[in-house]
């Protein structure tokens, strides 16, 4: 996890707050989704000051904050424990129940369909290295493409074109596959959980993603009109 701040663009007031949360909400919703909550992931998130500021732009956001941090720190290997079979049950594929957390399955796509998910990734630059196998088009690793994006527009950026076009990706990638099966993704997790650690990530990337793709757009409509003004 890498926390930073907002220094290479210069970046309007109104977006500072969005753009120095969003990396961080992406990273916390990559991290549970793809990683088994450990005592060291639980204990490093709930305690992040930047978290609780991050946390407050959704409700689910809220609703993950009040879990991890109302924990005692000697009840947190049972909370752990008890989240980490959840994980297994839920995100690991080929675990026993229905639940799959990939694009493909959720828009009946065959497995061919990772290729194409990643020739997006390998057009922006991007590879990954999967720690534990998963599929390209697994929550977390799309996840994860749009944290590396994030971080690649604010601090590898120079010039307000090359973050543009950077923002040109992260609005496509979300409009033509983020946002076409998390939807769907998010129902059915609410149906198969009962988790707080999981219910709290659902809603908060039911709420999030919609809600940072509205904001790329004003913040694509700024930076025109600041680079229309200096011409």
């Known amino acids: 996890m890498t926390l930073q701040t907002v220094a290479t663009l210069n970046v309007p007031e109104a977006f500072g707050r969005w753009l120095e949360s969003r990396g961080l909400l992406y990273q916390l919703l990559t991290d549970f989704f793809g990683r088994k909550p450990s005592l060291s992931l639980v204990a490093q998130w709930s305690r992040n000051r930047q978290m609780s500021v991050a946390a407050e732009m959704t409700e689910g956001g809220r609703e993950l904050k009040r879990y991890l941090c109302s924990q005692e720190p000697q009840g947190l290997p049972v909370i752990c424990e008890k989240e980490s079979r959840e994980y297994k049950r839920l995100m690991i594929e080929g675990a026993v129940n229905a639940f799959v957390p990939r694009e493909a399955a959720h828009l009946g796509h065959t497995e061919e369909f990772c290729n194409v998910i990643s020739d997006v990734y390998a057009s922006a630059g991007i590879v990954f290295n999967k720690c534990n196998g998963e599929a390209d088009d ?32 992260q609005e496509t990638f979300l409009e033509e596959h983020l946002l076409r099966w998390t939807p769907h993704f998010c129902k059915e997790l609410n149906a198969a959980t009962d988790s707080p650690l999981y219910l709290g990530l659902s809603h908060m990337l039911e709420e999030f993603l919609p809600q940072d793709l509205h904001m790329l757009r004003a913040w694509r409509t700024a930076l025109e009109t600041s680079s229309a003004a200096m011409m």
């Open 138 to 169: 697994h929550i977390a690793i799309e996840l994860e493409f749009m944290a590396v994006l994030h971080e690649r527009m604010l601090y590898n950026s120079f010039s307000v074109r090359s973050a543009m076009e950077l923002l040109d990706i």
